[in-house]
């Protein structure tokens, strides 16, 4: 794409709740902007919108047209809250130790905390089999009065035949935790059947081997699944020493008014934060800035969930993170630091939306994606999984996303010219070094430096201390099972 930003103006007819703001700004700038107000394909219904293609922004006026320019409501007009009041907790505990129990996985209980503060509104609870379909096949659930919110990944829970057994025909259960203590009650359940290769083929698009969530998740799972209305007998906590960073929605809207923003922009990551993210966050800034915003706030959200063997682990993540602000490569003062409590899915296209929608429930109201969002390689071919471009292309038209301003960014790379990141310039290619995350890894792992100006040195002596002392322990496990 040859975008550096493409604005989404979009209509909110499908939502009478979502008060849209006319932006009565003209302002020149020196990119290009379209704005998209038809469908890319017709078949989609749900966007409404007019494109030009030979707009600029230098003809633009900005009071040509409506635009979100303050935090965006939550799906279904409400944040869904579902931790039980404290005044109410020692009669729904009672009430848990009653009933049949269903335990909880590690992951399950990430999506226990992820429904329980609102990340999923509208969603009450696992899904049930109609929930569960919708998501499946549509990415998307259709609500009572008619309107479309987006929900593409299935947020459901597995039970084994055994369990199934011992549940009967009780209409709500207990859910216990990985260490045996109880978390909540999931009541009026429905019981129906996990056809795992179905939901593997349509959330990954192949049934290869070696999907890290399949194999963590759903092959060992049980037959069945469960849904229902869940109650949370308290905040969920890890006692991590990063509690403090999960910031539930209904925090982080409160912390934007305090700030007084009037655009927020998300961006999430898996990986840790190196120059070329900076230039594109701070640029975006600056865009917003020209657009005549006058506090944007950026959202920088790590995905705090399940994530793979070979990532970088979120404690170091974090600290990384935190070397970045101390380092003033992002500005504190225009920066929220914050975990979104997502397992990890590596499906590409299709989790996007989800990361996306959850933006939304947050109060952002731009979403900055990139090359291959979501997305790894093929388990079993040296290709990427995904088309790397399919990520933005989807965002721009998925049903129930509308509201939402996507923010495409351009692709940077290190500039050996320059000697710094930059955006890459397809005209002088051969001067510009594409440094994955694989290969920075690479580099930790081996103690060797990347190019001067890739990460703010404090960020990457956090990396390569974390890959040696991983080394360290993998060479004493060696001599312990050599002395045995």
Sequence with gaps: MSLSMKLHITSTHLNPMLNSQTINKSTSTNYN??????????????????????????????????????????????????????????????????????????????????????????????????????????????????????????????????????????????????KGDLVGILRSIEIYKHNKEERIARTWGTTAPGLPYVDEVITPAGNWLIGGDLEVLNPIKYGDGLDHYRLSPLQLRKEFDRRQADAVFAFQLRNPVHNGHALLMNDTRRRLLEMGYKKPILLLHPLGGFTKA??????????????????????????????????????????????????????ANFYIVGRDPAGMGHPTEKRDLYDPDHGKKVLSMAPGLEKLNILPFRVAAYDNVEKKMAFFDPSRAKDFLFISGTKMRTYARSGENPPDGFMCPSGWKVLVKYYESMQAEEASQQQAVFST
């Design 33 to 178: 902007t379209k704005i998209r107000s038809k469908p890319i394909y017709h078949c989609n219904p749900l966007i409404s919108t007019v494109y030009k293609s030979t707009m600029h922004a230098s003809s633009f006026s900005y009071s040509s047209c409506s635009v979100r320019s303050s935090l965006i409501e939550p799906d279904g007009g409400a944040l869904v809250d579902l931790v039980v009041p404290e005044s109410e907790r020692a009669k729904k505990t009672s009430d848990a130790e009653a009933l049949p129990k269903v335990r909880l996985t590690k992951i399950d209980t990430e999506w226990v905390h992820v429904i329980s503060e609102g990340w999923a509104s509208p969603l009450r609870g696992f899904m049930r089999e109609n929930e569960y379909l919708q998501s499946l096949h549509f990415n998307s659930l259709k609500m009572a009065d008619g309107h479309v919110v987006n929900m593409s990944l299935p947020i459901v829970l597995a039970i084994d035949d055994k369990t199934k057994e011992l549940i009967g025909s009780s209409p709500d259960v207990g859910l216990v935790g990985p």
């Design 310 to 363: 070979d990532d970088v682990p979120l404690d170091v993540r974090m600290e990384q993170h935190s070397k970045v602000l101390e380092d003033g490569i992002l500005d504190p003062e225009t920066t929220i630091v914050s975990i979104f409590p997502s397992p990890m899915h590596y499906a590409g296209p299709t989790e996007v939306q989800w990361h996306a929608k959850a933006r939304i429930n947050a109060g």
